[in-house]
């Protein structure tokens, strides 16, 4: 299996739902990262995790809050959004996050548009 | 940290011509420097990737350059086909390990 796989593919929600996307590999990497990406722009970075202990959070309001169960999975759970918020949320993994080497895999996304 | 600063924007090619698309870079610890194509509603997807310790790579139709002492690398597309037409990103990993992206180039190819 080499693909990250993110459920669900659409979402949804208005400001005061709670949601969470969620994200899958089965690639044995140990590094996994969500990504946002409105459209027409880059994919920013949002959070890192390493060896399922958060990493980098690159100043992400607390309305996001990603979690790591495990080394195979990620979630990211959505409170109190705001419209802005709307965009296309893509997770990604690497064999290791400290590493030149690694080669960034992205899954589908999921494309969230908050009302 | 890395910036990445990504031209042009947009660019508009016959089907059949070459297409150039260059990046530049800040940070001279950078070692990785990827390239990633995005079609209309879909992931970013690894195209050619090349590190620091070569200048050039190729695979079939794509090639990458990189000039570290410019500090700036090109994607080179050739005999483009209308399929190239995307949204093509270029990425440097800074010493932090974190992939920062360029603003992105709409590649249009007319038939």
């Known amino acids: 299996d080499t693909e990250v796989t993110q459920t669900p593919k659409h979402l949804v929600m208005g400001m005061t739902n709670k949601k969470s996307l969620k994200c899958e590999q089965h690639?044995?990497?140990?590094?996994m990262y969500w990504y946002k990406q409105k459209a027409k722009k880059p994919p920013e970075l949002m959070f890192v995790?390493?060896?399922?202990?958060?990493?980098i959070n690159e100043s992400v309001p607390s309305r996001f809050s990603p979690e790591c169960p495990n080394s195979s999975l990620l979630n990211l759970h959505l409170h109190a959004l705001q419209p802005e918020d709307s965009a296309l949320y893509l997770c990604?993994?690497?064999?290791?996050?400290?590493?030149?080497?690694?080669?960034?895999?992205f899954g589908a996304g999921s494309r969230l548009t908050v009302l | 940290g890395e910036n990445v600063e990504q031209h042009p924007s947009t660019l508009s090619v016959q089907e059949g011509d070459s297409a150039v698309i260059k990046c530049t870079y800040s940070?001279?610890?950078?070692?990785?420097f990827p390239w990633y194509k995005q079609e209309l509603g879909k992931r970013p997807q690894l195209i050619i990737d090349?590190?620091?310790?070569?200048g050039e790579k190729k695979d079939q139709r794509i090639a990458v350059t990189l000039n570290k002492t410019a500090k700036h690398f090109s994607l080179h597309i050739t005999e483009t086909q209308p399929e190239d037409s995307a949204v093509y990103f270029c990425?440097?990993?800074?010493?932090?390990?974190?992939?920062?992206f360029g603003s992105g180039t709409r590649l249009l190819v007319r038939p």
């Open positions: 990425a440097g990993r800074d010493s932090s390990y974190k992939l920062i």
């Open positions: 940070d001279s610890a950078s070692n990785y």
């Open positions: 995790y390493s060896y399922e202990k958060l990493s």
């Open positions: 990604a993994s690497t064999p290791r996050a400290d590493s030149g080497a690694n080669v960034l895999t």
């Open positions: 090349i590190r620091s310790n070569v």
């Open positions: 690639m044995g990497h140990r590094a």
